[in-house]
């Protein structure tokens, strides 16, 4: 069977998965999509902020240049897919410490990690960003993919297997599919026979508020005596604060975790606490033991898993798009 003939199974359509389709459909392959709409998809819940130097300095800096040239392939990336250009926005990142001890720790973290902030009196600004809105880029792939021919299939996945020509994704309830090849990317769940590629799940949390529309987009990195949070202000009035790292299957948010990020947040900003309460999400990140992006073969060939993408899937996306290019050539 020619390469374009391959019929495609992709496991997942939060945003490595959509990424992944999208590489198989460019290579002229037929894909499925099988989406069972997990609440717990860490996609629901991201931020959106792409921001390799940021992660780095306030100490999640172990995916390193892989983050970086993420970034750097990001604006092609999503102009492949026809993202609008409001979804990819470039913004400064300031750091608000709230002690003399927190700007201290954010000037050693930046020292530590290599970059360079400029001092201003209310803070620290750091390097030049970008910023997307995870929900509305994922909509506009997902319609994008269905424009191009990709079926997309309802379903809970309950195990994917191979044989040395096929792959056979099983559905709760459901007749099951094959195909050719398969691609993975279920986060912090598993569905295959072989799980060697170990991943733990990380709870994250965020508050939404609801804000007046502003004319630019602005992010704010706290630490508020030891405890890091972010601020971001869409054009939309959109406010996100967040986020909590709790390593935990359970995809529920606790009262605890909520009122500390509030409370830090309207410290730090006291008009945040007159604005309307919109909702709290949850997700749980897909964690490799080494905090990395990583991916496995299946042992026939069959299928390819990608996990690993921590709190970075939306920003991982061209180099998850890039791997299933390297597997499926």
Known sequence: MSEIGKRIVVVGAGITGLSAAAAARDLGMSVTVIDDARPSRATYAAAGMLAPYSEAIVG?????????EALSLWDSWRRGLQVPDELFEFVPTKFVPATFGDRQEIARWARDAGLELVESAQGLQGPLEALTEPRELVRHVREQLLDLG??????VVSRVTETDDSVVVARDGAESISG???LIATGASSVVADDSLLIRPVRGSLVVLDGPARNEPQVARVLRHGRPLYVIWRRSGEIV??????ETSLNVAEAGE???MLSDAIETFPELRQLPFREVRTGLRPTATSNTLNSRVSAHGRYLQLAGHY?????MAPLSSRRVREFLA
């Open 150 to 155: 990709v079926v997309f299939v309802d379903g």
């Open 241 to 246: 604060i967040g986020a909590t790292s709790v």
């Open 60 to 68: 999640d800096g172990e995916l390193g240049a892989q983050m970086v």
């Open 258 to 260: 909520v009122q500390v």
């Open 180 to 182: 050719d090849l398969g």
């Open 311 to 315: 709190r970075h899937g939306i920003l």
